[in-house]
């Protein structure tokens, strides 16, 4: 198979020399490892390093949840200290999702959408994931705040096999377009730093407008899937509940202004449940 192009450490380093970003001052690049994520909450990975791989053996989401991580995406988690309090981890994944909405735009010129709380999506189909994890050392500020972006960049349609061809596309597979991996990168990194700096400076009106501008979800029906103590992924849950009659739809109808889901009857909090569309099949 072709072999895609990919972002060299020389180009990378010249990049982060040049711009002096407020909170990311080096990239690793790396051929494939276990898990950028993992890899940044490590000692091996200071604040201040953002870590992109070619491949990853164990890419995972929320929940544990497996992440496709094959040639052609974006797989990059930023590491970096920043003044900002673990309860607010929700706000910035909501300004992260942004972020990356930003740079999918400038350089693939693609107005993509969000599905709360952090899935971007183009033509209903996920082209990216976010995981945000804090690391702690003792205070409420985190040590580290790990930020993981997969991004669907290059990947070919055969790339999402099985049930994922359904769910999952690449912007390559959806638009017939391949996208600069170092613009898309260096792209992100910027957008990231920008999310974070405003973050730490209480300024995420700009943020929330463009956010609730995209979410796809405001106006329509939803079931709420509560994150299970006993860590079962809540779509299990939700298939043993789907008939019962109590259990119900609830209408979306904002996002609150700690980016969390407003329904007609209550509040979601980001790190309380996800939500799936009553339109989807069961
Ligand atoms: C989700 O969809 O639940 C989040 C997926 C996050 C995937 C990224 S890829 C880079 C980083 N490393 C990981 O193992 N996960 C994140």
Not at 126 to 144: D, M, Q, R, V, W
Not at 147 to 157: E, P
Request: with cysteine; hydrophobic share 40%; aromatic share 8%.
């Amino acid at each position: 198979m072709e072999r895609l192009e990919f972002l060299t450490q020389k180009r990378a380093d010249d990049f982060f020399r040049e711009k002096k970003l407020h909170y990311i001052n080096r990239l690793l690049v790396l051929e494939s490892t276990e898990s950028t994520n993992t890899l940044c909450k490590s000692d091996e990975i200071s604040a201040g390093t953002a870590v992109l791989a070619r491949t990853q053996t164990a890419g995972h989401g929320r929940l544990g949840r497996d992440f496709l991580s094959e040639d052609g995406g974006i797989y990059i988690s930023f590491c970096l200290s920043a003044n900002i309090k673990a309860d607010r981890l929700g706000v910035i994944t909501g300004m992260t999702a942004v972020a990356v909405l930003r740079a999918a735009k400038r350089v693939c010129g693609i107005d993509a959408g969000i599905k709360w709380l952090n899935d971007i999506l183009l033509d209903g189909k996920k082209i990216c994931g976010i995981l945000a994890e804090p690391t702690f050392s003792g205070s409420e500020y985190p040590e580290k705040i790990i930020i993981g972006i997969g991004f669907n960049l290059n990947q070919q349609k055969s790339a999402f096999r099985g049930g994922l061809s359904e769910t999952a596309g690449s912007v390559y597979a959806l638009t017939g377009r391949k996208s600069d991996v170092s613009g898309f990168v260096f792209a992100l990194s910027e957008e990231i730093d920008r999310a974070v700096f405003s973050a730490e400076q209480g300024d995420i009106s700009e943020y929330l407008r463009e956010y609730r501008k995209a979410c796809v979800n405001i106006g329509k029906e939803v079931y709420i899937l509560p994150f299970e103590k006993d860590g079962r992924d809540p779509k299990a849950a939700f298939e043993e509940n789907a008939n019962r009659a109590d259990f119900r739809s609830e209408t979306v109808i904002g996002i609150t202004d700690d980016f969390e889901l407003a329904t007609s009857g209550r509040i979601v909090r980001s790190g309380e449940a996800s939500i799936k569309e009553k339109d989807f099949e069961k």
